[in-house]
């Protein structure tokens, strides 16, 4: 048990708190280090936070669901009317929602440190967002669209992007968030389906720092890791 434990690598998680989009220095500084490579990783890091309320479009653009309005520009300039932010992100999947209640998690990992092929990390990593978590959600599942799944209600959302096996974005697990700012777009173009939260399927208030807890767990024992928790700090030892 001991060699176990010493074999275990480090993960360093830091919580933000709740950050604008465009208030991502660390994030972006990170993610463009990563896929240059232009300096070596100390540890692989988890960046977790809430955002403030932002509609993201993945690099797939914008689907046909929610085209009607003519343009990104002029869906950008709808979506920023009711009191959203707005941007393009280099990650896969279409149009969505962060916001306050919900836990957005960045890993950026080394996937050859983990022994992961990208999609063998992709399945893994919806899994444990909410299927594992214990919250008694036995119908949770994953499906042939990507996310974690009740019926079909969307609890969590993943997009992730890859490059030299380094990974960036990631997961958001709807915990109370208000559900309302789904109602404005067709969150990842897929008509006849719905999105929901932790807070809604069980019936109770579920809080992002309740959860935040049960997900290191589950991220740690997914990837046999040990997860180490910084808050209100900066990233800067995860590069050299």
Known sequence: QLLLAQSRRLIRAIWHGRLSYKER???????????????????????????????TVGIRGVDPAN????????????????????????????LTFHGPGQLVAYPMLDLRNHGRSLRDYVCRLQRRTVVDLGYGLGDARTTEDVGVWIADRKVAALGVHAANYLTSHGVA??????????????????????????????????????????????????????????RAATADFCVE
């Open 173 to 230: 697990i709807n915990c109370n968030v208000d559900l309302a700012w789904f109602q404005h777009i067709v969150p990842c173009g897929l008509l006849g389906k719905s999105v929901t939260s932790l807070t809604n399927e069980l019936g109770r208030d579920v809080s992002v720092e309740s959860v935040l807890p049960e997900f290191l767990d589950s991220f740690s024992a997914e990837f046999n890791c040990e997860v180490q928790l910084t």
């Open 25 to 55: 220095p660390i994030i972006a500084t990170l993610s463009l280090s990563f896929a240059a490579r232009s300096r070596p990783l100390k540890a692989d890091c988890l960046l977790l936070l809430e955002h403030r309320p932002v509609y």
């Open 67 to 94: 085209s009607a309005d003519g343009d990104t520009d002029q869906l950008a300039a709808r979506l920023r009317s009711i009191g959203a932010e707005f941007h393009r992100a280099d990650r896969g999947g279409l």
